[in-house]
């Protein structure tokens, strides 16, 4: 059973954006379970990786998208995204340098992460969007 859940309330109303979240959400839950099954350092380090390399990916293209929308907290949301790289490097030194991770402690930072984010960050894209009868390409 997954450990952080998809929700429509979390839909910015953009393809592609909330497919990536979606995928964010699937290797979060890829890493709490590797946790859950006490699989070894290395299987975990390598989920890990995974999410920072998607993270990345998926925080370069949206800002890609709210450049393209003319979204005018651009610079404030990239530095939520810099934070939250941040955190998730941070963590991955953590592991990598033995740290013991406490599960409770592992989930309520991948959910307020990726379900916080989305609420109160990414959601105001939407709001930008509703604001200024903006259509979107590859509207959900």
């Known amino acids: 059973m997954p450990n952080i859940v998809w929700s429509d309330t979390l839909s910015i109303g953009k393809t592609e954006i909330d497919a990536e979240h979606k995928q964010l959400i699937r290797i979060a839950n890829s890493l709490l379970r590797a946790m859950q099954e006490g699989r070894n350092k290395n299987d975990f380090a390598k989920i890990l990786h995974e ?17 393209s929308i003319g979204y005018p907290d651009l610079n404030k949301h990239m530095e ?20 013991n991770v406490e599960f409770g402690l592992l989930r309520e930072m991948l959910k307020d992460w990726l379900v916080g984010h989305i609420l109160s960050c990414d959601l105001l894209i939407k709001e930008y969007l509703a604001s200024k009868d903006v259509k979107q390409e590859g509207q959900a």
Do not use: W
């Open 80 to 99: 939520e995204h810099n934070i939250l790289k941040r955190r998730v490097k941070d963590f991955q030194h953590s592991v990598f340098i033995g740290e």
């Open 51 to 67: 999410l920072r390399e998607y993270t990345v990916f998926h925080f370069n293209n949206e800002e890609e998208y709210m450049r």
